[in-house]
C-alpha cells in the first residue's frame, strides 16, 4: 500500500473511534442487527416489538405477572405450528421453529439453538437478548437473577408438555419464585383481533390404497397392548395430533405442510371419544367413523374445546390413563390424579406408527421415485438458468415446489422450502422471502433442501451444488460430508441399536479435520403426515432402531457468512445381510429411497475410500434402475439423459484403493468403541 494510502486509512480509523464507530459499511454485516451501535442498526427484516412488548408488560402487571414464558409450540407439543399458534414469532420477530422467549418488565430474551443464531440476529430488534442455548437450565438461571424473592413467573400450561414444566419447576424450586399456571393466555389478549382464525378446511379420510391398515385393525392392535399391559390402563389419552390422523385414517390442513387436524382422542376398552370440529369433517369420514355404531368399534364424535372437561370426568371413576409425556401437556396432565396415571415418554400410538408396514414402505419408496423426478427437472432448470442471470432464492423456491406440484398424488411440500445461496446457507433453517432473497450465481455454492407431501409419503431431501469453480476448502467439506452420509448409510449394526450410539459416523470425516455440524443427523418421516416424525432419529431422546423405520441421514458444514453445505437423503431401516448371525435377530442397516446424484463437481475422489466409490456407485445404479424408467414413462428425454450423465460410475483409483483399508479399519474401531460405551 502507498503510503499516502496507509495515512488515510489511519485518518479514517481515527475518525471512526472519535465518534465512537467504525462507519457501518468498514467492518460490519448488513444482514443481522448490531445493538452495540448507537442508535442501533436493524436490517430491513428486523420486527419493531416495542408496541408488543409494552402492551404485554401492561397485562402481566394487571394479572401480578413478574415473568412470563413463551413457547414456539401449540397445545399439541408440535413442532410446525399454525400462524394462529405462532405466538412467539408475533411477539419477537422471529419465525425460527425452536425457541422460547421470557418478558420480564424491563428485560426479554430468547433461547434458541444454533441453528437459528443468525436468523434471531436477523429478525429481531434490540429489545430482545439472544441466548445462544435451548436448554431450561439456562432460561432458570436467567429468570433468577431477573425476577426479585417472591416474584412470580407464568406460563400457559396448555403450551407446555408434562417434561418442560417439571424442568421448570425444579429450576426454581426453593428459590422464593413461584411457578404459577396462568389462563388465558397473555400473548392472545395483546394479539387480539389481528390474530389468524381458527382452521376450516375440510377433514377427509385417506383412500384405502394408501393406508397400511384400516383404522379398526389399527384400534384393535392399541387395545391388545393395553390388555396386556402389566397395570391393564382403561384409556389411552392422544394429544399429538400425528396421532389420531393416523389412527384414524384422517388428514387435514390445519398446520402448514402438514396434512394434519386439531383432535384429540380418548380410546378406551369399550368405547372411543375424538374431540373435533366434527362439522369440518367429510361425509365420507364421519361414515368411516361410525360405520360400526353402536359398538366398541363406533367412534363418538365431541367438541374440541371439551377434551379436559370430559377427561376431568373419566378420571373421577376406577381408571387409569395411559398417556405420552412428551406430547401431552400440563393443562391435560392436571386433571388427572397421580395414582390414576401411566406414563410413558412415548404413548404406543406414536411407537406403532412409527414402524412401518410392507405396504406403507413401498408406497414411501413410490412416492421418493416420483420426487426425484421433480428434483431432477429443478436441478437441470438450474444449471440453464443460473449461468444467465434469472434466478433468485425466491424464485428457485417457487419452482421446485410448481414442479413436485405437477406429480401424482402430490398435496404440496412437505415444508417451507429452504432455498440458499451463498452465505445464506450458512442458515441451516433458512428459507427466502419474496423482495429479500440473493440472486443465485455460478460462483457460489447452493443449497435446495425441499419436501413433498404425496397421498403415498412424505420426502424430504437435501442437494448442495456449484456451477462454477469451488474453492478447495468448500470440495474439500462438500466431500467430508458426502463421506459421512456413505458411511452412515452403509452402516450395519446390532438390533436394538440407538440412534445416537452411532450417529457420530455421519461426522468422523469432518471430525478428521477439525469440522463438524451443530443440527441433528436425521430425523423420523411420515407417510403423508409430518416431515419430521419423532420418536425416530439420532437424538437422544429417540427410539431405538428398529426394521421398518425411515429416519434422515443428513450430515452437513457451515461456515458463516460464506457458504453451507448439506447432503440429505431418506433411508428405510431394513435387515442387513451378513455373513454370519450371533443371535436371536438379524443385524440392521440402512436402504436409501432418496434417489437423487450427488454433484459431481463438488466431489474430490482422492479422499474417498474404494468402499465409499463402490457404495456410490451401486447407490448410482440403483437410481437409474428405479428414477430412468420414470423419467421416460413421463417422456422427459432431456432429464433421462441428465440422469445418465450424472450417474456415471466413479473410477477406482489407486489413490481411493489406498485408503480403503485405513477406512475401513476406522469404521470398525469407532462402532467397536461406541458399541461398548452403551454396554457399560
Known amino acids: 500500500m502507498h503510503p499516502l494510502q496507509w495515512i488515510a486509512a489511519w485518518v479514517l480509523l481515527l475518525h471512526g473511534c472519535a465518534i465512537g464507530r467504525l462507519p457501518q459499511a468498514a467492518f460490519a454485516r448488513t444482514d443481522v442487527r448490531n445493538c452495540s451501535m448507537d442508535p442501533p442498526y436493524l436490517p430491513p427484516t428486523a420486527t419493531n416489538t416495542t408496541a408488543r412488548l409494552a402492551a404485554l408488560r401492561d397485562i402481566m402487571r394487571a394479572y401480578g405477572v413478574q415473568a412470563y414464558i413463551v413457547p414456539s409450540t401449540d397445545a399439541h407439543m408440535s413442532e410446525y405450528i399454525a400462524e394462529r ?17 421470557v418478558v420480564t418488565q424491563d428485560k426479554a430474551a430468547l433461547w434458541t439453538d444454533s441453528r437459528y443464531w443468525t436468523q434471531a440476529e436477523r429478525q429481531m430488534d434490540c429489545n430482545w437478548e439472544l441466548q445462544r442455548t435451548p436448554w431450561v437450565e439456562s432460561i432458570g438461571l436467567w429468570i433468577l437473577e431477573a425476577v426479585p424473592v417472591g416474584g412470580s413467573v407464568s406460563l400457559d400450561p396448555f403450551l407446555f408438555s408434562i417434561d418442560t414444566w417439571n424442568s421448570y419447576s425444579q429450576a426454581l424450586h426453593g428459590s422464593g419464585r413461584t411457578l404459577l399456571p396462568i389462563e388465558p393466555n397473555l400473548v392472545d389478549l395483546v394479539w387480539g383481533d389481528k390474530r389468524p382464525p381458527p382452521a376450516s378446511g375440510e377433514i377427509y379420510s385417506l383412500p384405502p390404497a394408501f393406508t397400511g391398515s384400516t383404522w379398526q385393525e389399527k384400534v384393535d392392535g392399541i387395545r391388545k397392548q393395553m390388555e396386556q399391559h402389566i397395570r391393564r390402563p382403561t384409556a389411552l389419552l392422544l394429544s399429538g395430533l400425528e396421532e389420531t390422523a393416523w389412527l384414524f385414517n384422517l388428514r387435514g390442513d390445519d398446520i402448514p405442510y402438514n396434512p394434519v387436524f386439531y383432535s384429540y382422542t380418548l380410546l378406551t376398552n369399550t368405547s372411543i371419544s375424538l374431540f373435533v370440529d366434527e362439522k369440518r369433517l367429510s361425509a365420507e369420514a364421519r361414515q368411516s367413523l361410525q360405520a360400526k355404531c353402536p359398538g366398541s368399534l363406533c367412534v363418538e364424535l365431541q367438541e374440541y374445546g371439551q377434551a379436559r372437561a370430559h377427561l376431568r370426568r373419566y378420571a373421577q371413576g376406577n381408571v387409569i390413563v395411559w ?24 404413548s404406543p400410538v406414536m411407537l406403532a406408527k412409527a414402524v412401518k408396514n410392507t405396504k406403507e414402505q413401498k408406497l414411501m419408496r413410490a412416492a421418493h421415485v416420483r420426487d426425484a423426478v421433480a428434483v431432477i427437472q429443478y436441478l437441470l432448470w438450474l444449471e440453464k438458468m443460473v449461468p444467465q442471470g434469472k434466478v433468485d432464492e425466491f424464485l428457485g423456491a417457487q419452482h421446485i415446489d410448481a414442479l413436485r406440484q405437477a ?51 412424505t420426502t424430504d431431501i437435501t442437494r448442495t451444488v456449484h456451477w462454477g469453480v469451488p474453492t478447495p476448502l468448500q470440495k474439500e467439506a462438500y466431500t467430508r460430508v458426502l463421506m459421512g452420509n456413505i458411511d452412515l448409510s452403509r452402516l450395519v449394526f446390532p438390533p436394538n441399536t440407538a440412534g445416537r450410539t452411532v450417529e457420530s459416523f455421519a461426522r468422523r470425516a469432518l471430525w478428521d479435520v477439525g469440522l463438524n455440524y451443530g443440527h441433528g443427523t436425521g430425523h423420523g418421516i411420515g407417510n403423508f403426515l409430518s416431515v419430521h416424525e419423532w420418536p425416530v432419529g439420532f437424538q437422544s431422546n429417540n427410539v431405538p432402531l428398529a426394521a421398518g423405520m425411515f429416519t434422515s441421514i443428513e450430515p452437513g458444514y457451515y461456515r458463516d457468512g460464506e457458504f453451507g453445505i448439506r447432503i440429505e437423503d431418506v433411508a428405510l431401516v431394513v435387515e442387513a445381510q451378513t455373513k454370519h448371525q450371533s443371535g436371536e435377530k438379524p443385524f440392521l442397516t440402512f436402504e436409501v429411497v432418496s434417489l437423487v446424484p450427488y454433484d459431481r463437481n463438488l466431489i474430490d475422489l482422492s479422499l474417498l475410500s474404494q468402499d465409499q466409490i463402490q457404495y456410490l456407485n451401486a447407490y448410482y445404479d440403483t437410481i437409474r434402475a428405479r428414477v430412468g424408467p420414470e423419467l421416460q414413462r413421463q417422456q422427459l428425454e432431456e432429464e433421462y439423459r441428465w440422469l445418465q450423465r450424472n450417474t456415471e460410475p466413479f473410477p477406482l483409483g489407486s489413490a481411493a484403493a489406498a485408503t480403503a483399508t485405513l477406512g475401513t479399519l476406522a469404521l470398525a474401531s469407532l462402532l467397536s468403541v461406541l458399541l461398548t460405551g452403551l454396554q457399560a
Open 85 to 101: 399458534d405462532s405466538r412467539l414469532g408475533w411477539l419477537t420477530g422471529f419465525t425460527g421453529s425452536a425457541g422460547t422467549g
Open 407 to 457: 406429480q401424482e398424488h402430490n398435496h404440496g411440500p412437505s415444508f417451507q422450502s429452504i432455498s440458499a445461496s451463498g452465505l445464506n446457507a450458512a442458515l441451516a433453517h433458512y428459507s427466502p422471502s419474496n423482495g429479500s432473497s440473493r440472486m443465485l450465481s455460478v460462483d457460489e455454492m447452493y443449497l435446495s433442501d425441499t419436501g413433498g407431501q404425496y397421498l403415498d409419503g
Open 323 to 346: 398417556l405420552g409425556t412428551e406430547y401431552t401437556t400440563y393443562g391435560l396432565y392436571g386433571v388427572i390424579p397421580q395414582e390414576k396415571l401411566l406414563e410413558d415418554r412415548y
